[in-house]
């Protein structure tokens, strides 16, 4: 119940093109599902973060859209560009006092210019 | 303003070794973490603090310990070296407060690459 799946585990996108990675849960109790971005030898980066009680969020070129009752959650990046190359993790946040992320396995995208 | 800094970088251990992953944040962050990153595996919590003094496990805390003297520092020790331990390892800090409506990321080191041979 603590895990949180993540796909694909890779994807390659031609420039401009939209990437769509996905995420599902299965513990309702979770109420914070930030996304991560991490370029090679870096530490991960926050790109954007939802809570259950709106659908979508838009921040810049990035999207998130949320399903409460499908327990789902995806990042769309829109016209992709090469330097969004990365590996993107999503992650869920319980309600408690320590606010210990679950993170996903990661997706690798690579953008080809 | 540096944010989290690791040291080393990199390293190489032989099993059995000891070794301090040293983390430091100069944005007096109240909460602390330790994860260890496997290819294809995500991030995996080892152990987390809450302030100066306090730390519990996270899901994967066999092999290592903590400490958290200051608000500054909180460093991860391996006391006997395994295979199995070889990853990359981040710490991360937050600020914390009570109202979740303004929650504020983890910011996360950009690692220490740990090989056990």
């Known amino acids: 119940q603590q895990q949180v799946k993540q796909s694909p585990q890779s994807l390659i996108v031609q420039k401009g093109g939209i990437p769509i990675i996905n995420c599902a849960y299965e513990n309702t109790a979770f109420d914070y599902f930030p996304w991560y971005q991490q370029f090679p030898g870096k530490g991960p980066a926050l790109l954007i973060a939802i809570r259950p009680d709106v659908s979508e969020k838009k921040e810049g070129r990035f999207t998130i859209s949320f399903n409460k009752s499908a327990k789902q959650f995806s990042l769309h990046i829109m016209d992709s560009q090469p330097g969004d190359s990365a590996t993107y993790f999503c992650?869920?946040?319980?309600?408690?006092?320590?606010?210990?992320?679950?993170f996903g396995t990661g997706t690798r995208l690579k953008v080809l210019a | 303003n540096a944010g989290v800094t690791q040291t080393p970088k990199f390293r190489i251990l032989k099993i059995g070794q000891s070794m301090t992953l040293q983390c430091t944040q100069d944005m007096n962050h109240n909460y602390m973490y330790w994860y260890r990153q496997d290819p294809g595996m995500g991030l995996k919590l080892i152990y987390y603090?809450?302030?100066?003094?306090?730390?519990d496990k996270g899901e994967v805390p066999n092999g290592y310990n903590v400490s958290r003297s200051t608000t500054e520092d909180f460093p991860l020790r391996l006391e006997l070296a395994a295979p199995s331990q070889t990853s990359v390892y981040f710490c991360a800090s937050q600020i914390r407060n009570r109202n979740r409506d303004r929650e504020q990321p983890q910011h996360f080191g950009d690692g220490t690459r740990l090989s056990i041979l």
């Open positions: 603090s809450v302030g100066a003094g306090i730390t």
């Open positions: 992650a869920a946040s319980p309600p408690s006092g320590t606010y210990k992320y679950i």
